[in-house]
């Protein structure tokens, strides 16, 4: 059985529960904007206003306009960010399937956004439904050893490129970047 990266090692409490005192619409938002951050960066700038808005407007997301325009508002504020430029710009790519070994283990992973240049490779990991630590040591375990683990594989991949990994907090819209000592004390 491959190992899952972003699978925790042990039981890890939720931050926020799907099925909390909100009936699971912070669940349902954060998955909503995961797809929207996949979806709509490959469309020209101009276009993705309105296929957000047809996208959240489909009766199976069940969601109120506000809700609608809150959840697009918030995604399209990330494109904006210019903080974010490099994680949408031409060229990066969205769901990439990772396989290979690390550490002895067969490893079977999705990078949610993949940026490969000429000298460096920049893995971004989206947390859409829980809050953000205030710093990189706060980061979860486990997801800093799924960080370590992407890395570690497309290391092998891309030998001699500088490797920058990063969360994407959708709840603050801020790009936590990981430091290569942090990820080193999670490796594999």
């Known amino acids: 059985k491959p190992l899952a990266p972003s699978r925790p090692l042990a039981d890890e409490p939720a931050v926020q529960s799907p099925l909390g005192g909100d009936q699971g619409q912070s669940f349902k938002r954060g998955l909503l904007i995961h797809k929207l951050l996949e979806l709509l960066p490959d469309l020209p700038e101009q276009a993705r206003?309105?296929?957000?808005?047809?996208?959240?407007?489909?009766?199976?997301?069940?969601?109120?306009?506000?809700?609608q325009i809150e959840i697009a508002n918030e995604t399209l504020g990330i494109f904006d960010n210019p903080a974010f430029a490099p994680v949408f710009a031409p060229g990066s790519r969205a769901e990439v399937p990772l396989v290979g070994i690390v550490g002895g283990d067969v490893?079977?992973?999705?990078?949610?956004?993949?940026?490969?240049?000429?000298?460096?490779?920049?893995?971004?990991?989206?947390?859409?439904?829980?809050?953000?630590?205030?710093s990189p040591e706060k980061v979860s375990p486990t997801y800093l050893r799924q960080m370590a683990i992407y890395r570690a594989l497309l290391q092998v991949i891309y030998p001699g490129r500088t490797m920058r990994a990063a969360i994407l907090w959708t709840d603050s819209a801020g790009l936590m970047a990981l430091p290569e000592m942090l990820l080193d004390a999670h490796a594999p």
């Open 107 to 134: 490893v079977s992973a999705q990078i949610d956004r993949l940026v490969v240049r000429d000298d460096e490779v920049m893995i971004v990991d989206y947390k859409t439904n829980r809050p953000p630590p205030d």
């Open 49 to 67: 206003r309105k296929a957000a808005e047809r996208f959240l407007a489909q009766p199976i997301h069940a969601l109120d306009p506000d809700q």
